[in-house]
């Protein structure tokens, strides 16, 4: 898996169906070689990448690296390196340069880890190595290692970074990022593209892709947390790269504060990217023997297109990421009260609501915002903690067991990381507050965020959720989070610590979510930032699934499940059917759709059936059955993209088990057009030897049919027309 020649100096990082090698560059150097397709040999021929011309600078007299046109694996300036730095820190000397060397490596099995901090988790008896490479500065007692496992059979290589201060003073770290790479890729006349996904509330991870040109192209959040705005991914590809065919290299990063992704090319037509922390709102105060361990990133590199990429992250995330008790476990079909009361519900009208619910079919229902405190709007009540016996006259107790009762399971909403101005905790503790420190901190949708930097707070979270969640019989949360952080400086950290805050927030939650997690195996968490504002690997790591968005528009939707494909696994998308005219875009969808679209993740819904036409209430309960006879196949089969919504008006998906003995195929119109009428859709994974049935119908279709002609799509000759197949095979 990893190797290392002592007569090249080159390591081999080793997974299943690819390559990356690095090499001890003139005995100092961690240089870049390579990163793709196997291959049988590799010829070191890139001396010729350094180039001696005017404007080019020697490390030294006696060295004659010009480290601006070597591709290296870690990038530091004040040595002649001009290009993006992975690290900055300043020593006491206020020297704000390292000047690092290598010093020796190590390879051991498995994988280390670090305490309630999310990671690529490691299972006794997966094939996994790290590397772990030590540079030294060589003016002074800092050490850095380079952090690399790979794993085999994932086809994954994680990477990240950690500084060891070994010497008696304070260190400055400025910039520290969890990994760089140059790639001198080979263009061959095309010009290489940078996929990032960009989004807004309600419209999150859309997928944008532009030409790298020269320069740098940044993606980040100062937000506090990853944000709606841009996702902590990135990939680079060629123009010619297809959803199925070519190459294409993605970086996930597993972290949900304030991040950068980098991508610069550069004269010399290297392309380096980078990601980590973003140093814009950090600056770490190192102390003498401590040490510190960046986010881990996660790098995938596919030869069959940007589904091959995605599939690998999909396989990596839901089994070695997410809480291993719901690697493989299927979620219940739930029902939240959120769209269909919003804060005005008592007892009798939930009781109601999940009733007609269990009716049909729907397994869980989740009790969402306002039922604590004076909470009957977002002005007030957050942070009060306690029951309102005016809505709830049976408490979360009675109304867990009357749900209970029903056959259905109780969930409920909490957001711990805010408070609203009346909640008591604040006028306890005035400086528990993030930006407590000036005199008047910034409101977001009427709320303060809870100084998560102090271990107080977050001791007094923990107390306070772990007696709720004991409270009833609650197996499912949803944790929402609905503001972005500003005035972000702790009153707990001294003044010259104060910019730790963003990192420190997180670390804080880290801890919090891990000591709940860890207490209550049994419930089903669910992430929220006010829809899929912090869908992000660091989330996931402790909440299996995520709210992917606030709008539940069936078309809009449709661009925002395939967005977040690119990433993130199907059973890690929630997906709810609400009512029409839609909440968010006032639209009116057939209920068809809106099931189609729900269907294709963790089936959910948002709207009171009570209320719904007796005829579309029938079509909900088909829904239901339908879904739970594949729910398997939706919420663990493989999953691939067949048409974009990006691209035209139409959108088509698959899902297919790995043995291809039976698929889901999903098509949807947004607007109707003659041209959209009986097309021929082509289904690339179907096994080309066998032939597949479809049971209602009983027409049989022939592998090869699939692939090389295509499945002729029904009439859709309506706006928002959409339907579902299942083929098994013969
Ligand atoms: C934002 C969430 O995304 C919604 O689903 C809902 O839970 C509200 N917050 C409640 O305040």
Redesign the pocket.
Known sequence: MISYSEKTHIFNLETEKNLYYIEIYKGKHIRHLYWGTKIETLQNDFDNIEQDKPFVVNISPKNTVFLETLPLEIGFTGKGDFRHPTVDIENITGIPFLTLGYKSHKITKGKPVVEQFPQGRYKKGDKVETLLITLQDENSEVEIDLIYSVYYDYNIITRSIKVKNLSQSNLTLNTLLSFNIDMPLNHNDENLQLITLEGNWARERHIQQQEIKNGKSVISSNRGSSSHIFNPFCAVTYPSTTEHTGEIWGFSLIYSGNYQMCVEKTHTDIVRISGGINPETFIWILEPQESFTTPEAVLVYSNSGVNGMSNTFHKFFRERLIPQQFANRERPILI?N??STYFDFDHDKIVNIAKKASEVGIELFVL???WFGARDG?KKGLGNWVVNREKLRKGLEGLAEEINSHYMEFGL?V?PEMANPDADILKQHPDWLLGSCSDDPSMGRNQYVLDLANPEVVDWLIETFTEIFRKANITYV?W?M?RYLTETYSKYLPAHKKRETSHRYVLGLYRLMDTLVTQFPHILFEG????GGRFDPGLIYYMPQY?TS?NTDAMARLKIQYGTSLVYPIITMGSHVSACPNHQLERTTPIEARLNAAMSGNLGF?LDLNLTDPEELKIVKNGINFYKKHRKLIQLGEFYRLLSPFKGDQTSWMFIDSSKTELLLFWFLDKADIKYTRQLLKLPYVDPNSSYIDKETNKTYSGSELINRGFRLPLMNKDYASGVIYLTKI
């Open positions: 939240n959120w769209e969402d915002d306002g977002d909403w957001e949803k929402d609905n929220c930032s006010g829809g709210w606030d948002e």
